[in-house]
């Protein structure tokens, strides 16, 4: 019997925990959860000053399996990430390049979830996917001049989703194997400047 696992670590890279195994004894639907914190992010939040940016991202991901039966089993996966980068002006007699004259943010998030099927179909295997992903990133740059008055401002947006659906049969088929399917997927993109 599988046991359930809980891993907690700390890296340069950040603070990271995880999960898996079976939601009980008698069931065989098990699930696995891995959780990021950036380490940057973290000493931002405590009041570390990396020369007037700060830096930071978290993320989670997940899948869970669920056998319904000896022929079928369904599974479920996500994944969701936010991030940002971000730096303050500086004044003018402490500035020593172009960059130093702006005030930079940027914001990213995304996400992605799915469903997927398998099923034992006389000789073969039907499986069947749906996933939905999403992606949204801001940048906004406003810049000064000597006497810190706004002299340019810059902002983009971008948005990004994309739904996808893949069917598919694989079986016998005399001494060899063959696969009929559909793939279907719809995009839509969305740019402001």
């Not at 406003?142 to 659906?165: K, M």
Request: net charge negative; aromatic share 14%; glycine share 10%.
């Amino acid at each position: 019997q599988k046991e359930r696992q809980y891993t907690a670590q700390a890296s340069l890279i950040g603070l990271d925990f995880s999960a898996e195994g079976p939601f009980s004894k008698n069931s065989k639907a098990s699930y696995i959860a891995n959780y990021r914190y950036s380490f940057t992010g973290l000493l931002t939040s405590m009041g570390v000053d990396f020369g007037g940016e700060s830096i930071g991202f978290q993320d989670l991901s997940f899948n869970v399996n669920l056998p319904m039966s000896e022929k079928a089993s369904i599974s479920v996966f996500g994944v969701g990430g936010l991030n940002f980068n971000n730096f303050d002006s500086k004044d003018f007699d402490e500035s020593e390049v172009q960059k130093d004259r702006s005030d930079i943010y940027y914001s990213g998030k995304m996400g992605a979830m799915g469903v997927h099927l398998d099923y034992q179909l006389g000789n073969g295997t039907f499986n069947i996917s749906a996933a939905y992903s999403t992606s949204d990133n801001e940048r906004d740059q406003t810049t000064y001049d000597s006497d810190q008055n706004d002299i340019r401002q810059f902002n983009t947006a971008l948005v990004n989703e994309i739904l996808s659906i893949n069917g598919k049969y694989n079986f016998e088929l005399g001494k060899g194997d063959a696969t009929l399917g559909v793939i279907g997927n719809n995009y839509h993109f969305s740019y402001y400047r």
